[in-house]
């Protein structure tokens, strides 16, 4: 109930351009951030107070477009790097990808997320996918999300390559750890090669698909794809 009224006060506060606004809205913000802590650690009642949260701060971005979506990019982000995420909160982040106020360098550190989860995480990989193409497709001219993009080609290529690396290390062998910044789902099988080199895969074709009519990138395309073969070419298997 204290919830539902500071979201009354936001709106009321917002429509009178109140500059106590801005201080309700940061606190429903720090209040989303920290349930979703309660939600990680099993805390009983934080799931529905953190979906409560979510659903109606999607609904203030809405009706409130003012509102100022970076606030909460950060912290989130943060958040699900080291305690994890699931459908609702990917989804959250889905709106806030969408949404007509996030800014360039918001955007950047969203896809940096997203598109990790993307190629790492077979429950979710997928979902992520789709958030970095609708970013990638809204700031594709951005020279920051250029330069980002050929980073990330070649970490796809790389975890394509390795897929074949791995068949011939030992099943324990720390190469073949999932990547340590990111806590992904339990439910996740990252050690499974297979899943992982089709998610890469999949996401380089999707990420094409964006920018294939863009020369400054697709130039380095093939010479990133030789390079990472070249790198990895003793792990292949000879005919």
Same mark, same amino acid.
């Given at each position: 109930?204290? $919830? ?19 201080? #309700?809205? =940061?606190?429903? #913000? ?52 080291? +305690? ?31 598109? =990790? ?31 980002? $993009?050929? =980073? ?31 806590? #992904? ?26 920018? +294939? ?27």
């Amino acid at each position: 109930e204290a $919830l539902s009224c500071l979201f009354q006060l936001l709106h009321r506060l917002t429509e009178a351009r109140h500059r106590c606004a801005v201080i #309700v809205y =940061k606190s429903l #913000v720090f209040a989303l951030v920290e349930t979703h802590v309660g939600v990680v650690e099993g805390d009983k009642g934080s799931d529905v107070i953190h979906e409560f949260l979510q659903s109606n701060l999607l609904d203030a971005t809405r009706r409130i477009p003012s509102l100022p979506v970076h606030v909460m990019i950060e912290p989130l982000i943060n958040q699900h790097a080291r +305690q994890g995420y699931n459908n609702n909160d990917l989804g959250f982040l889905a709106c806030l990808a969408s949404h007509p106020r996030l800014a360039a360098r918001q955007a950047l550190l969203l896809l940096h997320f997203t598109a =990790k989860v993307a190629v790492h995480d077979v429950v979710f990989g997928r979902l992520a996918g789709t958030i970095s193409i609708e970013l990638l497709s809204r700031f594709k001219d951005q020279s920051s999300f250029l330069a980002y $993009l050929e =980073k990330f080609t070649r970490v796809a290529f790389s975890l394509f390559m390795k897929a074949s690396e791995r068949r011939y290390l030992p099943p324990n062998d720390p190469s073949s750890a999932p990547d340590p910044g990111l806590k #992904v789902t339990a439910k996740s099988s990252l050690e499974d090669a297979e899943s992982r080199s089709s998610l890469a895969l999949e996401m380089l074709s999707r990420v094409w698909m964006v920018v +294939q009519d863009i020369p400054a990138f697709t130039s380095k395309i093939s010479i990133l794809a030789r390079s990472v073969v070249s790198d990895f070419k003793t792990f292949l298997p000879t005919k």
